[in-house]
C-alpha cells in the first residue's frame, strides 16, 4: 500500500519596492513605494521510503535564499524576467524559479498580509 499523498508547505518573507502603470489611482501608482512579501510554496507528493519525507524542507530553503537574493530589499521594475511587478507575476515568476528544482511543486501563493491580500497560482 502507498503512503498517503502529502502536501507539505514553506514560507518566506522579502519587502520589495515597485511601481505600478494603472488608471486607478494613476498618480500614486506611478510613485515608488513598497511592500511586504510572504510566499508560501506548497510541494506534493507520497513520501520517499528511504528518507519519508516528500521534500527535504533545507533544499526549498537553500532555494528560497536564491530567491530572496533576487528580490528582498530590490526595485521589482527592475527584476529580469519578472514583467510589470504585480501579485499575480510575482507568483508566477517564483514557480519559475523554484519549477526546474522542486519535483511536485503544486502552487505558490503570494500574500501582502498587511492588505489582506493574496494571490495563488497553480502552475503551467
Known sequence: MLPA?????KDFRFEAAHTLQRDIGAEGSRRIHGHSYRARVAVRGRPDPATGMVIDLEKLEQLFAAIRARLDHHFLDEVEGLGPATMENLAVWIWRCL???VAGLSRVT????SLGE??????E
Open 99 to 101: 519549477a526546474p528544482d
Open 5 to 9: 499523498l502529502l502536501e507539505m508547505t
Open 110 to 113: 503570494l500574500y501582502r498580509d
Open 118 to 123: 493574496s494571490c495563488t497560482y497553480l502552475g
